[in-house]
């Protein structure tokens, strides 16, 4: 068998590549089974940003082979248009700073002004994903 | 089991120039605040993966969880 025949590393870079924004993390956002993984699907939910959600926890494969993919040893992972942003740390800075809201393409919360009238009409779309 | 002086140590012996501030006393989890001026010019990630990378392999496992924060050293010192 051929090291590079990896179904299930293709199936995550799959995932990655189909869905704007997804986040690894263990558990699920309505039943996260650790804190770090609650607190970043807690900053997504805030911002009412529609994402897929991947647990990592049914197969401890989906988690050596994201890490591999990642270069990212810990959950959660979040991805914005195939591009890793970070884990819960570096998640919850950017929604602090307002940041995070701009990567997704959503309204900062809480504006004091709010700015210019959002013309994008894109329908909101909720998907949930789940390997393994 | 990791101390959180092991830690500063390690990031510090990594980074030169840099400071870390690091916490946590059960062993597995621990905070770290490290200022160092390689982050000057990278992104987040980019900083986060200088100070992961001296855990590799123990992130994860023996390390829980790492939380941390990254400032870039201020040239002017």
């Not at chain 1, 051929?2 to 995550?12: G, H, V």
């Not at chain 1, 993390?25 to 939910?45: D, H, I, N, V, W």
């Not at chain 1, 810990?74 to 995070?100: H, K």
């Amino acid at each position: 068998m051929s090291e590079e025949t990896n179904p299930l590393r293709d199936a995550i870079r799959e995932a990655i590549a189909e869905n704007p924004v997804i986040l690894f993390m263990k558990g699920t956002p309505e039943q996260p089974m650790c804190g770090f993984s609650a607190r970043t699907a807690a900053a997504l939910q805030a911002l009412d940003a529609p994402f897929a959600a991947v647990d990592i926890l049914p197969d401890p494969r989906i988690r050596q082979e994201l890490s591999a993919l990642s270069n990212w040893p810990t959950i959660p992972q979040l991805f914005v248009r195939g591009e890793l942003i970070g884990g819960a740390d570096i998640v919850a800075e950017m929604y602090e700073s307002g940041e995070l809201a701009d990567v997704l393409g959503v309204e900062r919360p809480a504006q004091p002004e709010p700015a210019a009238e959002a013309a994008d009409g894109s329908a909101p779309l909720s998907i949930e994903n789940r390997l393994g | 089991m990791a101390t959180s002086e092991e830690l500063k140590q390690r990031i510090e012996a990594a980074l030169p120039g840099a400071s870390a501030e690091v916490s946590g006393d059960d062993g597995q989890h621990f905070q770290a605040v490290v200022v160092a001026p390689q982050f000057e010019g990278l992104s987040r990630i980019a900083q986060h993966r200088l100070v992961m990378d001296v855990f590799a392999g123990e992130l994860g496992g023996s390390i829980h969880a790492l939380s941390l924060q990254t400032k870039v050293a201020s040239a002017a010192k």
